[in-house]
Protein backbone atom coordinates (compact mmCIF):
# COMPACT_ATOMS: atom_id res chain seq x y z
CA UNK A 1 0.00 0.00 0.00
CA UNK A 2 0.93 3.53 -0.72
CA UNK A 3 2.12 5.96 2.07
CA UNK A 4 -1.07 7.71 3.56
CA UNK A 5 -0.23 11.07 2.55
CA UNK A 6 -2.53 12.67 -0.03
CA UNK A 7 -3.83 15.78 -1.73
CA UNK A 8 -7.19 16.37 -3.05
CA UNK A 9 -7.79 19.11 -5.56
CA UNK A 10 -11.74 19.87 -5.63
CA UNK A 11 -12.52 21.34 -9.06
CA UNK A 12 -16.28 22.50 -8.49
CA UNK A 13 -13.98 24.74 -5.57
CA UNK A 14 -12.63 27.12 -8.93
CA UNK A 15 -15.95 27.47 -10.18
CA UNK A 16 -17.27 28.34 -6.74
CA UNK A 17 -14.58 30.75 -6.01
CA UNK A 18 -14.49 32.62 -9.30
CA UNK A 19 -18.31 33.22 -9.29
CA UNK A 20 -17.74 35.03 -5.75
CA UNK A 21 -15.13 36.78 -7.54
CA UNK A 22 -17.40 37.96 -10.86
CA UNK A 23 -19.79 39.23 -7.86
CA UNK A 24 -17.19 41.72 -6.31
CA UNK A 25 -16.06 42.87 -9.51
CA UNK A 26 -19.27 43.20 -11.66
CA UNK A 27 -18.37 44.34 -15.11
CA UNK A 28 -14.60 44.75 -14.50
CA UNK A 29 -12.67 41.57 -16.80
CA UNK A 30 -10.94 38.67 -14.89
CA UNK A 31 -7.37 37.55 -15.17
CA UNK A 32 -7.13 34.22 -13.06
CA UNK A 33 -3.95 34.40 -11.71
CA UNK A 34 -2.17 30.79 -12.26
CA UNK A 35 1.45 31.28 -11.69
CA UNK A 36 3.54 29.10 -10.05
CA UNK A 37 2.05 25.96 -11.37
CA UNK A 38 -1.50 27.62 -10.28
CA UNK A 39 -0.39 28.07 -6.71
CA UNK A 40 1.03 24.46 -6.49
CA UNK A 41 -2.18 23.30 -7.63
CA UNK A 42 -1.25 21.91 -10.88
CA UNK A 43 -2.29 24.10 -13.76
CA UNK A 44 -3.03 20.74 -16.06
CA UNK A 45 -5.32 19.99 -13.43
CA UNK A 46 -7.26 22.93 -13.08
CA UNK A 47 -6.98 25.26 -15.12
CA UNK A 48 -10.62 24.02 -17.80
CA UNK A 49 -12.25 24.55 -14.36
CA UNK A 50 -11.82 28.27 -15.11
CA UNK A 51 -13.06 28.77 -18.32
CA UNK A 52 -15.26 31.38 -17.51
CA UNK A 53 -12.48 33.54 -16.59
CA UNK A 54 -11.95 36.49 -19.20
CA UNK A 55 -8.44 35.33 -19.29
CA UNK A 56 -5.46 33.83 -17.65
CA UNK A 57 -2.16 35.56 -16.10
CA UNK A 58 0.80 33.87 -15.32
CA UNK A 59 4.63 33.65 -15.61
CA UNK A 60 6.32 30.82 -17.62
CA UNK A 61 6.11 31.30 -21.50
CA UNK A 62 5.84 27.15 -21.44
CA UNK A 63 2.51 27.44 -19.47
CA UNK A 64 1.33 29.78 -21.53
CA UNK A 65 2.12 27.65 -24.88
CA UNK A 66 0.64 25.02 -22.64
CA UNK A 67 -2.97 26.66 -22.24
CA UNK A 68 -3.08 27.80 -26.48
CA UNK A 69 -2.06 24.02 -27.36
CA UNK A 70 -5.17 22.83 -24.92
CA UNK A 71 -7.27 24.83 -26.90
CA UNK A 72 -7.38 28.10 -24.81
CA UNK A 73 -8.55 31.16 -27.10
CA UNK A 74 -8.85 34.00 -24.96
CA UNK A 75 -6.16 36.43 -23.28
CA UNK A 76 -3.15 35.28 -21.55
CA UNK A 77 -1.15 37.89 -19.77
CA UNK A 78 2.48 37.64 -18.99
CA UNK A 79 2.85 38.89 -15.60
CA UNK A 80 6.83 39.38 -15.80
CA UNK A 81 6.99 40.28 -19.48
CA UNK A 82 9.22 38.71 -21.85
CA UNK A 83 12.98 38.19 -20.94
CA UNK A 84 15.12 37.81 -23.86
CA UNK A 85 14.40 39.78 -26.78
CA UNK A 86 13.41 36.30 -29.43
CA UNK A 87 10.76 35.27 -26.88
CA UNK A 88 8.40 38.05 -29.00
CA UNK A 89 8.25 35.25 -31.93
CA UNK A 90 6.66 33.61 -29.42
CA UNK A 91 4.47 36.30 -27.92
CA UNK A 92 3.47 36.43 -31.71
CA UNK A 93 3.20 33.24 -32.77
CA UNK A 94 0.60 32.59 -29.68
CA UNK A 95 -0.63 35.87 -29.38
CA UNK A 96 -0.16 36.33 -26.00
CA UNK A 97 -0.40 39.90 -24.31
CA UNK A 98 2.83 40.78 -22.26
CA UNK A 99 3.77 42.99 -19.52
CA UNK A 100 6.24 45.90 -20.53
CA UNK A 101 8.14 47.24 -17.70
CA UNK A 102 11.36 48.23 -18.69
CA UNK A 103 13.59 50.42 -21.15
CA UNK A 104 15.12 47.78 -23.13
CA UNK A 105 11.53 45.94 -23.41
CA UNK A 106 10.11 48.33 -24.98
CA UNK A 107 12.87 49.02 -27.70
CA UNK A 108 12.50 45.44 -28.32
CA UNK A 109 8.80 45.71 -29.01
CA UNK A 110 9.54 48.68 -31.38
CA UNK A 111 12.81 46.68 -33.10
CA UNK A 112 10.97 43.26 -33.14
CA UNK A 113 10.05 41.89 -36.62
CA UNK A 114 6.51 40.90 -35.74
CA UNK A 115 3.75 40.07 -38.60
CA UNK A 116 0.90 41.60 -36.37
CA UNK A 117 1.03 44.28 -33.54
CA UNK A 118 0.62 42.63 -30.03
CA UNK A 119 -1.03 44.17 -26.81
CA UNK A 120 1.00 44.95 -23.76
CA UNK A 121 0.56 46.51 -20.57
CA UNK A 122 2.67 49.18 -19.38
CA UNK A 123 3.60 48.57 -15.96
CA UNK A 124 3.79 51.77 -13.75
CA UNK A 125 6.18 51.42 -10.46
CA UNK A 126 3.56 53.42 -7.95
CA UNK A 127 4.91 52.23 -5.12
CA UNK A 128 5.77 49.17 -4.72
CA UNK A 129 9.40 49.82 -6.45
CA UNK A 130 9.90 46.50 -7.64
CA UNK A 131 9.23 46.60 -11.59
CA UNK A 132 7.64 49.08 -14.02
CA UNK A 133 8.33 52.61 -14.95
CA UNK A 134 8.35 55.71 -12.77
CA UNK A 135 5.34 58.28 -12.40
CA UNK A 136 7.40 60.58 -13.87
CA UNK A 137 8.10 59.02 -17.15
CA UNK A 138 5.52 57.14 -17.59
CA UNK A 139 3.55 59.68 -19.88
CA UNK A 140 6.25 59.90 -21.93
CA UNK A 141 6.30 55.85 -22.32
CA UNK A 142 2.72 55.58 -22.89
CA UNK A 143 3.05 58.15 -25.67
CA UNK A 144 6.06 56.27 -26.88
CA UNK A 145 3.92 52.89 -27.00
CA UNK A 146 1.37 54.46 -28.66
CA UNK A 147 3.75 55.32 -31.58
CA UNK A 148 5.18 51.97 -32.13
CA UNK A 149 3.64 50.00 -35.05
CA UNK A 150 4.29 46.70 -33.35
CA UNK A 151 1.84 47.85 -30.70
CA UNK A 152 -1.99 47.16 -30.48
CA UNK A 153 -3.70 48.48 -27.53
CA UNK A 154 -1.83 49.71 -24.44
CA UNK A 155 -3.11 48.86 -21.00
CA UNK A 156 -1.73 50.90 -17.33
CA UNK A 157 -0.88 48.31 -14.78
CA UNK A 158 -0.23 48.91 -11.65
CA UNK A 159 0.33 46.30 -8.17
CA UNK A 160 -0.81 47.66 -4.84
CA UNK A 161 2.20 46.05 -1.94
CA UNK A 162 -0.52 46.67 0.76
CA UNK A 163 -3.76 45.59 -0.59
CA UNK A 164 -4.19 43.56 2.34
CA UNK A 165 -3.46 45.27 5.15
CA UNK A 166 -4.05 48.55 7.33
CA UNK A 167 -1.70 50.96 5.05
CA UNK A 168 -4.19 50.07 2.31
CA UNK A 169 -4.26 51.00 -1.55
CA UNK A 170 -4.72 55.06 -1.44
CA UNK A 171 -1.62 56.14 -1.70
CA UNK A 172 -0.85 54.22 -4.54
CA UNK A 173 -3.94 54.75 -6.09
CA UNK A 174 -3.25 58.52 -5.82
CA UNK A 175 -0.72 58.07 -8.12
CA UNK A 176 -2.52 56.53 -10.68
CA UNK A 177 -5.01 59.52 -10.62
CA UNK A 178 -2.66 61.96 -11.01
CA UNK A 179 -1.34 60.71 -14.03
CA UNK A 180 -5.01 61.60 -15.50
CA UNK A 181 -4.22 58.29 -17.58
CA UNK A 182 -8.58 57.66 -18.28
CA UNK A 183 -7.85 57.31 -21.90
CA UNK A 184 -5.91 54.07 -21.52
CA UNK A 185 -7.78 50.44 -19.86
CA UNK A 186 -6.78 50.09 -16.29
CA UNK A 187 -5.74 46.62 -15.15
CA UNK A 188 -4.69 47.65 -11.03
CA UNK A 189 -6.49 45.06 -8.62
CA UNK A 190 -4.54 42.14 -6.88
CA UNK A 191 -6.50 39.65 -4.46
CA UNK A 192 -6.57 42.30 -1.60
CA UNK A 193 -7.87 44.97 -3.82
CA UNK A 194 -10.82 42.92 -5.52
CA UNK A 195 -11.89 41.90 -1.90
CA UNK A 196 -11.18 45.77 0.05
CA UNK A 197 -10.82 48.35 -2.06
CA UNK A 198 -13.65 48.23 -5.17
CA UNK A 199 -12.67 51.80 -6.26
CA UNK A 200 -9.37 50.24 -7.78
CA UNK A 201 -11.56 46.94 -9.72
CA UNK A 202 -10.96 49.57 -13.71
CA UNK A 203 -10.85 47.06 -16.34
CA UNK A 204 -9.78 44.03 -15.24
CA UNK A 205 -8.82 42.78 -11.96
CA UNK A 206 -5.94 40.32 -11.47
CA UNK A 207 -7.14 37.83 -8.32
CA UNK A 208 -4.58 34.93 -7.59
CA UNK A 209 -4.55 33.59 -3.96
CA UNK A 210 -8.29 34.18 -3.29
CA UNK A 211 -9.35 31.48 -6.38
CA UNK A 212 -7.52 28.93 -4.16
CA UNK A 213 -8.98 29.84 -1.22
CA UNK A 214 -6.80 31.76 0.84
CA UNK A 215 -6.29 34.77 2.22
CA UNK A 216 -4.57 37.49 0.40
CA UNK A 217 -3.44 39.18 4.31
CA UNK A 218 -2.66 35.75 4.89
CA UNK A 219 -4.98 35.79 7.88
CA UNK A 220 -8.06 33.05 7.44
CA UNK A 221 -10.76 35.67 9.69
CA UNK A 222 -9.88 38.09 7.19
CA UNK A 223 -12.00 35.99 4.65
CA UNK A 224 -14.15 34.16 6.59
CA UNK A 225 -17.46 35.77 5.48
CA UNK A 226 -16.47 35.95 1.96
CA UNK A 227 -17.47 32.84 0.85
CA UNK A 228 -14.14 31.74 -0.92
CA UNK A 229 -14.10 27.84 -0.14
CA UNK A 230 -10.26 25.95 -0.04
CA UNK A 231 -9.31 24.35 -3.27
CA UNK A 232 -6.85 21.80 -1.86
CA UNK A 233 -6.94 19.36 0.96
CA UNK A 234 -3.89 17.76 2.44
CA UNK A 235 -4.75 14.40 4.29
CA UNK A 236 -2.86 11.79 5.69
CA UNK A 237 -3.21 9.42 8.54
CA UNK A 238 -1.89 8.23 12.35
CA UNK A 239 1.09 5.59 11.73
CA UNK A 240 2.01 4.78 15.51
CA UNK A 241 0.55 5.63 19.01
CA UNK A 242 2.44 6.55 21.97
CA UNK A 243 1.21 6.76 25.84
CA UNK A 244 3.85 9.04 27.36
CA UNK A 245 4.38 9.53 31.08
CA UNK A 246 4.70 12.99 32.62
CA UNK A 247 8.44 14.39 31.80
CA UNK A 248 8.73 12.02 28.31
CA UNK A 249 10.89 14.34 24.88
CA UNK A 250 9.12 14.07 21.83
CA UNK A 251 11.06 14.89 18.33
CA UNK A 252 14.45 16.23 17.09
CA UNK A 253 16.17 18.25 19.45
CA UNK A 254 13.76 17.13 22.47
CA UNK A 255 11.59 20.53 21.99
CA UNK A 256 8.42 19.33 23.60
CA UNK A 257 8.36 17.54 27.18
CA UNK A 258 5.12 16.02 28.21
CA UNK A 259 3.29 18.06 30.58
CA UNK A 260 1.15 15.31 31.80
CA UNK A 261 0.56 11.74 30.83
CA UNK A 262 -0.34 12.41 27.29
CA UNK A 263 -1.12 9.85 24.31
CA UNK A 264 0.65 11.10 21.17
CA UNK A 265 0.24 9.78 17.61
CA UNK A 266 2.83 9.66 14.67
CA UNK A 267 1.24 11.59 11.55
CA UNK A 268 2.87 10.59 8.30
CA UNK A 269 3.89 14.02 6.46
CA UNK A 270 6.84 16.24 7.25
CA UNK A 271 8.99 19.19 5.76
CA UNK A 272 9.40 16.50 2.79
CA UNK A 273 6.08 16.75 1.74
CA UNK A 274 5.57 20.54 1.78
CA UNK A 275 4.69 21.02 5.59
CA UNK A 276 6.55 23.63 7.34
CA UNK A 277 9.30 22.84 9.26
CA UNK A 278 8.90 25.69 11.65
CA UNK A 279 5.53 24.82 12.55
CA UNK A 280 5.86 24.98 16.31
CA UNK A 281 4.23 23.41 19.06
CA UNK A 282 0.60 24.32 18.93
CA UNK A 283 0.37 24.41 15.01
CA UNK A 284 -3.37 23.11 14.67
CA UNK A 285 -4.16 19.95 12.96
CA UNK A 286 -7.25 17.94 12.98
CA UNK A 287 -7.22 14.38 13.67
CA UNK A 288 -10.72 12.45 12.87
CA UNK A 289 -12.52 15.48 12.79
CA UNK A 290 -11.27 17.27 16.09
CA UNK A 291 -8.82 19.89 16.35
CA UNK A 292 -5.86 19.20 18.56
CA UNK A 293 -2.50 20.49 17.77
CA UNK A 294 1.03 19.59 16.82
CA UNK A 295 3.94 18.72 19.67
CA UNK A 296 7.81 18.81 19.14
CA UNK A 297 9.78 19.40 15.58
CA UNK A 298 8.80 18.31 12.54
CA UNK A 299 11.13 16.02 10.54
CA UNK A 300 11.27 14.66 7.33
CA UNK A 301 8.72 12.30 6.96
CA UNK A 302 6.81 12.97 10.53
CA UNK A 303 5.44 15.09 12.84
CA UNK A 304 3.77 14.60 16.11
CA UNK A 305 0.21 15.17 17.16
CA UNK A 306 -1.33 15.28 20.71
CA UNK A 307 -4.00 12.44 21.01
CA UNK A 308 -5.30 14.16 24.34
CA UNK A 309 -8.35 15.89 22.84
CA UNK A 310 -9.69 12.98 20.30
CA UNK A 311 -9.13 9.74 23.09
CA UNK A 312 -10.75 7.27 20.38
CA UNK A 313 -7.94 7.89 17.54
CA UNK A 314 -5.46 5.04 16.49
CA UNK A 315 -3.75 3.57 14.08
CA UNK A 316 -5.39 4.40 11.02
CA UNK A 317 -7.55 7.43 11.80
CA UNK A 318 -8.22 10.34 9.60
CA UNK A 319 -5.57 13.48 9.79
CA UNK A 320 -6.52 16.58 7.45
CA UNK A 321 -2.74 18.86 7.53
CA UNK A 322 -5.24 21.54 5.54
CA UNK A 323 -8.16 22.20 3.75
CA UNK A 324 -11.93 22.40 4.67
CA UNK A 325 -11.71 21.89 8.20
CA UNK A 326 -8.80 23.57 8.58
CA UNK A 327 -7.76 26.88 6.20
CA UNK A 328 -4.51 26.78 5.38
CA UNK A 329 -3.79 30.14 6.55
CA UNK A 330 -3.98 28.74 10.31
CA UNK A 331 -1.69 26.40 9.62
CA UNK A 332 0.67 29.28 7.90
CA UNK A 333 -0.16 31.85 10.36
CA UNK A 334 1.22 29.50 13.34
CA UNK A 335 4.13 28.38 11.40
CA UNK A 336 5.11 32.13 11.07
CA UNK A 337 4.61 32.42 7.00
CA UNK A 338 1.97 32.52 4.72
CA UNK A 339 -0.81 30.13 3.05
CA UNK A 340 0.37 30.73 -0.41
CA UNK A 341 4.13 29.79 0.50
CA UNK A 342 2.40 25.85 2.15
CA UNK A 343 0.07 25.38 -1.23
CA UNK A 344 3.02 26.67 -3.46
CA UNK A 345 5.23 24.21 -1.32
CA UNK A 346 3.37 20.95 -1.53
CA UNK A 347 6.23 18.24 -3.06
CA UNK A 348 6.16 16.44 -6.04
CA UNK A 349 6.41 12.87 -4.02
CA UNK A 350 2.50 13.97 -2.63
CA UNK A 351 0.20 12.11 -4.64
CA UNK A 352 -2.92 14.37 -5.66
CA UNK A 353 -5.81 13.27 -6.81
CA UNK A 354 -8.82 15.41 -8.26
CA UNK A 355 -12.49 15.46 -7.49
Request: glycine fraction near 8%; include cysteine.
Amino acid sequence: MPRPILATIHLDVFRHNLAVIRQKVGNSKIWSVVKANAYGHGLDRIWQSLKQTDGFALLDMNEAIYLREQGWQGPILLLEGFFKVEDLQIINQYDLTTTVQSHWQLKAVEEAELDKPIDIYLKLNSGMNRLGFTPDEYPQIVSMANGIKNINSVTLMTHFANSDNEIGVDGQFTVVNRLNMNSLPHCLANSGAVLWHPQTHGDWVRPGIILYGASPSGKWRDIADVGLRPAMSLKSEIIAVHDLAKGENIGYGSRYTTQCMTRVGTVACGYADGYPRHAPTGTPIIVDGIRTRLLGAISMDMMSVDLTPCPLATIGSSVELWGEKLPVDEVAESAGTIGYELLCALARRVPVVVE
